[in-house]
């Protein structure tokens, strides 16, 4: 099984949210903060390098790159992953589990008819 290890520097990661922010159409940090949930505070600090997104966070922020490019630059390389695309949503956290549908923003939909 492959795996995907993922310790960039904080300099690396400023500069790939900055350039993910850039890639997504320039929209401004404000939006951007929108987009991952989290206050605009805590998204500067991102990206200026004085805090580093974590756990939900950072992976709310990896869901947002619309390509292996953008991934890249965070230093996730899924290269060995391409031919295995499920593993790469379970590395990401994106994998949800047999027969539970999820909504947007991740959480389980419950159906009336389950218990």
């Keep these: 099984m492959s795996s995907v290890i993922f310790t960039p520097p904080i300099e690396t990661i400023s500069g790939a949210i900055r350039g ?7 929209i401004s940090q404000d939006a951007m903060a929108r987009r991952i949930g989290c206050t ?8 200026q390098g004085r805090r580093v997104p974590a756990g939900d966070w950072l992976l709310k922020v990896l869901q ?31 994998e949800k589990p047999r027969g539970e549908r ?3 923003d ?6 009336r008819y389950s218990k």
């Design 106 to 111: 991740g959480r389980a939909i419950k159906s």
């Design 20 to 26: 993910l922010r850039e890639r997504l159409g320039g």
């Design 40 to 47: 605009v505070s805590a998204y500067v600090q991102w990206e």
């Design 102 to 104: 999820r909504a947007d």
């Design 64 to 94: 947002l790159c619309p390509d292996a490019d953008s991934l890249r630059t965070f230093g996730i390389d899924c290269s060995q992953l391409k031919s295995q695309p499920a593993e790469a949503d379970k590395h990401l956290g994106l």
